[in-house]
């Protein structure tokens, strides 16, 4: 590793492009000859509204967003879309409902609840959460307002490879931690958000895409800060935008179309992956994969070892060894490793080894 960085797997915020780091720190104090940094630009100003333009330009063309939908920069994080989406979009009187696939998506259906009438469109036994439901296995109803699923569950590590074709009732996704990694049909889904700090950046700033007809169905009658007109009306700039993280993800988008797009960050995915999840399929059961082949995630692979010592000490000596961030998620344990775009081939194959050669130390 380059520069003294150790191997990170963090589930989130996690590792960004190591140039882009190093674009940024060059540009920090004295941005393209301004003399300020961006972090002291104002948000009105010429400079900053192009960085504005740029991050969302590359992200219609990397993610191929047809003209028919609106990108909003949001703060507050995922978790505030969780209350966004029913608040302006739930009708008195209407239903949406939720695939419960996790965490992330309990947390979604937990906030709509408090709002709303939502029912579950499929639920996997509490805390194992092992696979995503077939998409014609989905429980919604045709006068539901949306349906809402999670399209990879960080937590648990589970991703939806085919979505439910869902006519009329708008799909809204959280894609907070697979957006980017593939190629995308956005025309599928009504809305689609994700919290940049996995794929696409810093913490701070979370992308909306949303259909602009159903942005012209949202509800008018809801606090400004809350409804998506205001972000459609003012082009993400009602009040001050998180300017840095903004100009940050304009600098990732950036390097993911120099290194070829989504098309190119999927086939390193896979490859990525790949290394891991044979590591774990060919330890004769050593390690124990937490999700269902048919679900595995492209981006964070989850597994126990079946003896909570072994773990432990599986743990201790990845760290030692400068593989971070790969305890498990608090509420599901054992080991995930994360895989965003950034992390690179390199960290996957080192991890991959430590892997097989653990085995070999410990496997009796
Ligand atoms: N949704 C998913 C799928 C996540 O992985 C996370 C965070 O890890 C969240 C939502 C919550 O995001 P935030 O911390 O931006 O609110």
């Given amino acids: 590793q380059s520069q003294g960085r150790v191997y990170n797997f963090n589930a989130g915020p996690s590792t960004l ?8 720190q060059e ?59 029913p608040m302006n979009f739930l009708q008195p009187g209407k239903t949406a409902s939720y695939a419960l696939t996790g965490q992330w998506a309990e947390r979604a259906y937990v906030e709509a609840q408090l709002l ?31 349906l809402h699923i999670t399209s990879n569950n960080t937590i648990y590590g589970t991703q939806w490879k085919e979505f439910p074709q869902t006519g009329n009732v708008p799909l809204i996704a959280d894609m907070s931690s697979d957006i980017l990694s593939q190629p995308l049909d956005i025309s599928q889904f ?8 996995k794929n696409l950046g810093p913490s701070g700033v979370t992308v909306v895409i949303i259909r602009k007809d159903l942005l012209q169905q949202a509800n008018s009658n809801i606090p ?8 459609a009306e003012h082009n993400s700039l009602f009040n001050t935008p998180p300017t840095f993280a903004v100009y940050m993800l304009g ?29 774990i399929d060919q330890s004769e059961g050593f390690f124990q994969g937490r999700a269902e082949p048919n679900s595995r ?45 950034a992390v690179s081939y390199e960290a996957c194959q080192a991890f991959s080894q430590f892997m097989i050669d653990f085995r070999r130390k410990y496997h009796r």
């Avoid at 996997?124 to 006068?143: H, M, T």
């Avoid at 120099?258 to 490859?271: I, L, P, S, V």
């Avoid at 492209?298 to 971070?324: P, R, V, W």
Wanted: hydrophobic share 40%.
């Fill in 224 to 231: 400004s800060m809350l409804s998506y007109r205001t972000y």
């Fill in 297 to 341: 995630s492209q981006m964070n692979i989850t597994f126990n070892i079946e003896y909570e010592q072994t773990q432990k000490t599986f743990l201790l000596e990845a760290e030692q060894a400068g593989f971070i961030g790969i305890a498990g998620h608090r509420l599901a344990g054992g080991v995930r490793v994360s895989t965003y775009n």
């Fill in 251 to 279: 600098e990732v988008l950036q390097w993911v179309k120099d290194q070829g797009g989504a098309h190119e960050m999927a086939k390193r995915n896979e490859q990525k992956t790949a290394l891991i999840y044979d590591a």
């Fill in 17 to 24: 492009p190591l140039p882009v780091l190093q674009k940024v």
């Fill in 27 to 85: 540009e920090f104090v004295n941005f393209k000859g301004m003399g300020m940094s961006v972090i002291e630009m104002s948000h009105r100003s010429a400079p900053f509204e192009s960085i504005l333009e740029n991050a969302k330009a590359l992200l219609k063309e990397l993610l191929a967003i047809p003209d028919d939908y609106e990108t909003l920069f949001i703060q507050g994080g995922a978790s505030l879309q969780f209350t966004m989406i």
């Fill in 116 to 146: 709303g009438d939502v029912n579950y469109a499929s639920c996997a036994r509490k805390g194992s959460y092992s696979r995503v439901p077939a998409p014609d296995q989905l429980n919604y109803r045709a006068s539901d307002e949306y």
């Fill in 190 to 197: 009504g809305l689609i958000y994700a919290g940049a700090q």
